[in-house]
């Protein structure tokens, strides 16, 4: 990977970590705000919090996936296989930037966890 695309890749990461990390700020914020006392619409809130945590949840770990991807980018293992060490394919990359797994090792692991 050249030095130029290498750090446009790190800024678009970087854009993309930033933009997650608003978006849980405010998810925090609308966790933390207080309920209605009305039980019906207090039962309403209390629904839409669960949905809200989960995006918080998915937020979190795809911040964590970016942070991983960008220590990969400065050690050198970016774009190899955490599983296989090969390399992963150029459109899987370009698709979902931080990666750790090649399609096949990815596609047996999802495999794997359904199972359970």
């Known amino acids: ?9 790190r ?3 970087i854009a ?6 608003a978006r849980l700020e405010r998810i925090t914020i609308n966790l933390q705000r207080g309920f209605d006392a009305d039980s ?3 039962a309403k809130e209390l629904e839409d919090s669960e949905v809200v945590d989960a995006l918080g ?3 979190r770990t795809e911040i964590a996936k970016i942070s991983a991807a ?3 980018l400065e050690s050198g293992g970016y774009g190899i296989c955490s599983e296989c060490a090969e390399p992963i394919e150029v459109d899987r ?3 979902y930037p931080y990666a750790d797994e090649c399609i096949d090792c ?11």
Not at 1 to 9: F, Q
Not at 16 to 21: G, I, N
Request: aromatic share 4%; net charge positive.
């Open 11 to 13: 800024e678009e990461l």
């Open 57 to 59: 949840n998915e937020a």
């Open 70 to 72: 960008l220590q990969r």
């Open 1 to 9: 990977m050249s030095g130029g695309s290498k750090d446009v890749l």
């Open 93 to 95: 990359m370009k698709v």
């Open 106 to 116: 990815a596609t047996f692991d999802e495999r794997r966890r359904s199972r359970y």
């Open 40 to 42: 019906k619409e207090m």
């Open 16 to 21: 993309k970590k930033q933009e997650l990390s």
